[in-house]
């Protein structure tokens, strides 16, 4: 289907990691990847309904799990320059349209109760201010929508967890502010939020989780 031309408007806190970028696409397209990333991203996706927010769209990973059965429009907001040239050749291949937004979800540039539901997989780890993100989220959500999200968070054991606090220096440099130690799922419970549902894949240094959570009704 021809989708509009999507819009671009930049906000405070836009980033351009250049190298992370490309080197984050030639990954993702790995075979192994795409087996391991694609159903998660199917999942979190196909909770979505009618105008959605995805926070972080990254390359645009997410683009072709849109249901045009079930959602009407998607605001895509991503900080990040360098990522947004590749989520605009993803755009041409959505089933539903599609406006990318360069804003940062510290500060979203939306009405309040805008959105029927959110989308967020792999973004928080990089953020920089995630309580701030959250909360952000939860105004621009409609009472009762809802968030999912994927995510690789803090390992459960005290080895690990201490492990990850040595190397999130290291990722932070070179993965775009990537943190490997963050308890995303309790943020998550302090920006309002109510969990409704969450599983946990293993990993030992990169534990994921998979989480629904609902805005409360007003």
């Not at 979505?48 to 249901?67: K, Q």
């Not at 990522?83 to 349209?97: D, N």
């Amino acid at each position: 289907m021809n989708q509009p031309s999507p819009t671009q408007i930049k906000q405070p806190g836009t980033t351009n990691h250049r190298f992370f970028a490309r080197t984050y696409e030639r990954l993702s397209r790995s075979k192994s990847e795409q087996k391991f990333m694609n159903p998660l991203r199917e999942e979190a996706v196909g909770q979505m309904r009618g105008v959605v927010l995805e926070v972080g769209a990254g390359t645009g990973l997410n683009f072709a799990f849109y249901e045009p059965e079930r959602v009407e429009r998607v605001e895509a907001v991503e900080p990040d320059t360098a990522m947004l040239e590749y989520a605009r050749e993803q755009v041409k291949a959505a089933r539903v349209p599609i406006s990318l937004i360069q804003a940062p979800v510290e500060n979203l540039p939306f009405e309040d109760a805008t959105f029927d539901s959110a989308v967020a997989t792999l973004v928080f780890c990089s953020v920089s201010d995630p309580l701030r993100g959250f909360r952000e989220i939860y105004r621009v959500l409609k009472p009762g929508g809802t968030l999912a999200l994927v995510e690789h968070v803090r390992a459960k054991g005290a080895i690990a967890g201490r492990m990850q606090d040595v190397i999130t220096p290291v990722t932070k440099l070179l993965a775009g502010n990537c943190h490997w130690n963050r308890d995303t799922a309790r943020t998550v419970g302090s920006a309002g939020f109510q969990i409704d549902d969450r599983h946990d894949l293993s990993g030992i240094l990169m534990p994921i989780i998979v989480l629904r959570a609902t805005k409360g009704e007003e």
